[in-house]
């Protein structure tokens, strides 16, 4: 096998789908400057910019990771910008995108927490900030609307996405029980044969697939490896231990960084 330096990689994963890292490095920025309302807004922008404007990914992969990301602990808008941006560009790409998707956050919500702390008690101030509460909303709704068109596709699911809805706001049923409940409603419509519950078609037939610049490939950094998921699995895990272990034991548990640590870490979870 021919050993790349990571821009030769890069560069021969573009010269198959297409997309340069440059590019993709500027689609990601306009990402995150336009991802507002949290992470249905942020995900109704990926769709919007990914899917249907650049057509960099097929709507089937784009919900299927979408999925995964929402079953995952953590924010699963950050989650599928990494990992789309991973199986475009490996290693590199998915911190770029992962990072790039959070950086004008952090400048605004530093911004905004000056300003607040300055003039929170100030009518005007405490006006702007109703109203974006409200455009906030609206952005919310139309990306829940706009995501719901597409992966609801019958409405057998459109059953199962009310039922969900009910069940959490009104009687508020564990998330976890709700998700192994959908599943297992799922699995069995699928055993069962229902259509509804048959997954979109591959190849020739599937017009998305074909239509998207990744098309129905499965680069070979995404394939399956097992030394290389411990490993990853191995990095990263220590990436997150190691500083909170290191300011309870440096800091002691009353200190205040150690307990945004903990806190932080039982919330990811």
Request: glycine share 10%.
């Amino acid at each position: 096998m021919t050993d790349f330096t990571a821009p030769e990689k890069m560069s021969a994963q573009a010269n198959t789908h297409g997309i340069s890292f440059n590019e993709a490095i500027l689609v990601w920025m306009r990402i995150a400057i336009l991802s507002f309302g949290g992470p249905a807004g942020q995900i109704a922008v990926m769709h919007r910019i990914l899917v249907d404007e650049k057509k960099w990914i097929s709507e089937e992969r784009f919900l299927h990771a979408l999925n995964y990301c929402m079953l995952l602990p953590g924010p699963e808008a950050q989650q599928l910008a990494t990992y789309i941006g991973w199986l475009l560009h490996r290693t590199v790409g998915g911190l770029v995108a992962g990072g790039l998707f959070i950086l004008p956050g952090i400048v605004a919500i530093m911004g905004l927490s000056y300003i607040y702390a300055l003039y929170g008690n100030v009518g005007f101030v405490e006006a702007i900030f109703f109203g974006l509460k409200t455009a906030v909303l609206a952005i919310v709704i139309q990306a829940v609307v706009r995501v719901g068109k597409r992966s609801l596709r019958n409405p057998i699911m459109v059953s199962l996405a009310a039922i969900s809805f009910v069940a959490i706001f009104f009687f508020g049923a564990p998330f976890p029980l709700i998700i192994v409940a959908a599943a297992a409603f799922g699995f069995m419509g699928a055993r069962l044969g229902r259509p509804e519950f048959a997954p979109l078609e591959h190849g020739g037939k599937n017009t998305a697939v074909i239509d998207s610049m990744l098309g129905d490939e499965v680069p070979d950094h995404v394939r399956p490896n097992t030394a290389r998921t411990l490993r990853v699995g191995a990095i990263w895990l220590a990436i997150w231990l190691v500083p909170v272990f290191t300011l309870l034991l440096v800091l002691g548990q009353s200190d205040v960084f150690s307990q945004i640590a903990v806190f932080f870490s039982k919330m990811a979870m």
